[in-house]
């Protein structure tokens, strides 16, 4: 999936804020989450996300999916990171 079909296919789920996200070598975050929904596509690197102690990382070309509310590490790979990332707000309460 190029980058314009990836948009598009956040566009059409309601994606509404789409940003190209660049993470350096050595980067880490810890646990967090986020008040909205999260997609994105690696473009270059390797990105691990850790849900409930279990660690995941995607590559280039692959797609991860984050709900809102997620408590998650992250870190960039040991070439850093690069991916395109949509945010989906959730409706308030």
Known sequence: M???EFEAQLKAEGFTTIAVVERPVGYAL??????????ALITRGDFTLTVDGV??????RQIFRLP?????LESAGPTGA???SGRREKAAS
């Open 2 to 4: 190029n980058q314009q």
């Open 30 to 39: 810890g646990e967090h989450h986020h008040t909205f929904d999260a997609c």
């Open 55 to 60: 660690a995941t990382t995607y590559a280039a």
């Open 68 to 72: 809102a509310g997620t408590p998650h």
């Open 82 to 84: 690069s991916y395109i």
